[in-house]
């Protein structure tokens, strides 16, 4: 078994925390389904399908997060996690903050497609 290091920029979470994100991931899609189920079976407007957004980020931020083994928010408050869940140790090297950064902001942007076009799917169906 491969043991989780922190990487800058690549890799901020151990197998607790990939985990946790892949629960997040999938309760946001269920719940996602659900609320377009709803909508789409009581022909709701159009208009408060974009509800389904919220729901859908979760969801997606939760499977990108677990796929790429990199936690926006850790990113963000400038610490990893590679061990227990709730453990989290500071970075204080400025390059390592900026990779980390740099990161954030892609995987924000994959997220924030993933839920765009799930969507853009509710509205049009």
């Not at 790429?68 to 970075?91: E, L, R, S, W």
């Amino acid at each position: 078994m491969t043991e989780i290091i922190y990487t800058p920029g690549v890799c901020n979470i151990g197998k607790e925390e990939i985990a946790r994100r892949k629960q997040i991931g999938w309760i946001g899609f269920i719940i996602t389904i659900a609320l377009a189920a709803v909508l789409l079976a009581l022909h709701i407007a159009a208009v408060w399908r974009i509800t389904v957004f919220l729901p859908a980020f979760v969801a997606a931020s939760g499977f990108v997060q677990a796929y790429f083994h990199f936690c926006v928010g850790f990113a963000q408050a400038g610490v990893y996690n590679v061990g227990p869940v709730g453990t989290t140790q500071a970075i204080t090297d400025t390059q390592s903050k900026a990779r980390d950064t740099k990161r954030t902001t892609q995987l924000y942007v994959y997220i924030l497609l993933i839920a765009i076009v799930i969507t853009a799917i509710v509205l049009f169906i």
